[in-house]
């Protein structure tokens, strides 16, 4: 039996330039004279596009079934963006943006200095923080980690595989708790309109940023995210057009801050394979190790003090 390991998270801009030059090390030539491409590290000559693989399933009350694992491309699989040299752009974008523009978010007078770039997110990827609602999903434009949805009669399940991210949203209709204190995740009730699950969101933690925004081509680069405040509510939207995909709005609405509701443009995310299996992560930085050495040196005083 091989010893337990732990899976230590890097940023995406690490993990992608090791990939990055893995791939290039296991490709003399991606085709030559029109022949098969040969084999890159990690299979990436292998990413395609997705087809849209008949309706969708639907469960026993009639409503799309939005259980299962997806990805924030159109290739049902991890797609870091360092690697686009290899599939290309359309694969890995989550919107045409022929189609739809997801528009900057637009601010009172004197809000956008005090709020944007502010908040608990900026820096991200160096301070481990948790990400919270909707960045932690938002964020995977960037990021490109899977969230995983288990959909029962009654309740909605949602896991974010990084940042660590867990809800259970009730989606019988039932109003939100009296008095709700602040969270991450928030207080969140769902009801169906129509084919789509719509999640109400309120009594969010103001500290935590709003990240991910998107930029005119469909990709990640939208400009710098902000704070809210503790007003902030959210309407998230999700249905399943299809087997393969999903796709997933939000509505951020802050009367504090922001001068008219912000939306996310319909982002899709597509099914992932039934080998591909739930990975553990955990984030750290040099600020914990310094904390950590810290820590065992005032013991090691302690100690020798006793002796």
């Given at each position: ?61 009639g409503h799309p079934d939005l259980t299962g694992r997806w990805y924030p491309n159109g290739a049902g699989r991890m797609l870091q963006r360092t690697y686009m040299t290899f599939f290309g752009k359309d694969v890995r974008r989550q919107f045409d943006p022929k189609v739809v523009q997801e528009e900057p978010p637009v601010f ?200």
């Amino acid at each position: 039996m091989k010893p337990l390991e732990k899976k230590k998270w890097l940023s995406g801009h690490a993990a992608g330039a090791l990939l990055a030059v893995l791939c290039l090390a296991y490709m003399p030539a991606l085709a030559q004279q029109g022949g098969a491409p040969k084999p890159i590290a990690g299979g990436l000559e292998q990413v395609k596009e997705l087809p849209p693989g008949g309706p969708a399933p639907r469960t026993a009350d009639g409503h799309p079934d939005l259980t299962g694992r997806w990805y924030p491309n159109g290739a049902g699989r991890m797609l870091q963006r360092t690697y686009m040299t290899f599939f290309g752009k359309d694969v890995r974008r989550q919107f045409d943006p022929k189609v739809v523009q997801e528009e900057p978010p637009v601010f009172k007078p004197g809000m956008e200095a005090k709020y944007r770039g502010k908040g608990k997110l900026v820096g991200f990827a160096d301070l481990c923080n948790w990400a919270g609602v909707p960045s932690a999903i938002l964020m995977q434009i960037t990021q490109n980690w899977p969230m995983q949805l288990i959909l029962t009669p009654g309740q909605l399940v949602q896991l974010i595989e990084f940042p660590r991210d867990i809800r259970v949203i009730h989606t019988d209709g039932r109003a939100h708790h009296k008095d709700p204190d602040p969270s991450f995740n928030g207080d969140s009730v769902a009801h169906w309109d129509g084919d789509t699950l719509v999640i109400d969101t309120i009594a969010l933690d103001p500290g935590m940023g709003i990240t991910g925004l998107a930029g005119p081509d469909g990709l990640a680069g939208g400009g710098q995210g902000w704070a809210p405040s503790d007003q902030e509510h959210l309407i998230e939207r999700i249905n399943r057009p299809s087997m393969n995909f999903i796709t997933y709005q939000v509505t951020v609405e802050d009367p504090v801050v922001l001068a008219k509701p912000w939306n996310s443009a319909p982002r899709r995310w597509s099914l992932a394979g039934p080998n591909d299996d739930w990975e553990e992560q955990y984030c750290t930085n040099e600020s914990d190790l310094t904390d950590a050495q810290s820590v065992a040196a005032q013991a090691a005083k302690a100690k020798a003090k006793t002796r």
